[in-house]
């Protein structure tokens, strides 16, 4: 479930400026994404964040 949290957050995150800056403002921390995440309403954790990240190279 988390990883299709993530993969919802990330298309919203896409599509929303104010979002975008969030994320970008947390650089390569991956915790602080998943916060950022979090306060949208999507749950998934650094860890999924990591196994995306990796697996999309």
Do not use: Y
């Not at 998943?34 to 990796?54: E, I």
């Amino acid at each position: 479930m988390s990883m299709k949290q993530l993969q919802t957050f990330l298309s919203k995150a896409q599509s929303n400026d104010s979002i975008r800056r969030e994320v970008a403002e947390c650089g390569k921390d991956n915790t602080c994404v998943a916060k950022v995440g979090q306060r949208h309403g999507h749950k998934f954790s650094p860890a999924n964040l990591t196994r995306w990240q990796r697996d999309h190279q």
